[in-house]
């Protein structure tokens, strides 16, 4: 089993930046890659970006590319999405996830977080 525990939402201005982090527990973790997905009142849960918790390689969709930057701190069991250039589209709940290998499809994710709020205000 793996716990997932995001924090760091909240309500910003659109331009401003924020970090978002996810206290990860559990064994083997070391097997498992990370993620942040997200969703949006009305809208499908959507793949947002990922990293193998070994080697460090990431992979982002391209609305979030060049503005967020998925890292993970394995010392600390952390992984952190930062958030910068936020526009009113990134208004979502983000949630942290888990899975064997790299994945952008809801139901192939293993694990979940309960989520965090992101509102971003115009």
């Known amino acids: 089993q793996v716990q997932l525990v995001e924090s760091g939402g909240g309500l910003v201005q659109a331009g401003d930046s924020l970090r978002l982090s996810c206290a990860a527990s559990?064994?083997?973790?070391?097997?498992?890659?990370m993620g942040w997905f997200r969703q949006a009142t009305g809208k499908e849960r959507e793949f947002v970006a990922a990293?193998?918790?070994?080697?460090?390689?990431?992979y982002s969709t391209d609305s979030v590319m060049g503005r967020f930057t998925i890292s993970r701190d394995n010392a600390k069991n952390t992984v952190y999405l930062q958030m910068n250039s936020l526009k009113p589209e990134d208004t979502a709940v983000y949630y942290c996830?888990?899975?064997?290998?790299?994945?952008?499809?809801?139901?192939?994710?293993?694990?979940w977080g309960k989520g965090t709020l992101v509102t971003v205000s115009s």
């Open positions: 990293i193998r918790w070994s080697g460090g390689r990431t």
């Open positions: 996830t888990a899975h064997k290998s790299i994945v952008t499809i809801p139901s192939l994710v293993d694990y």
């Open positions: 559990g064994r083997t973790l070391s097997s498992y890659a």
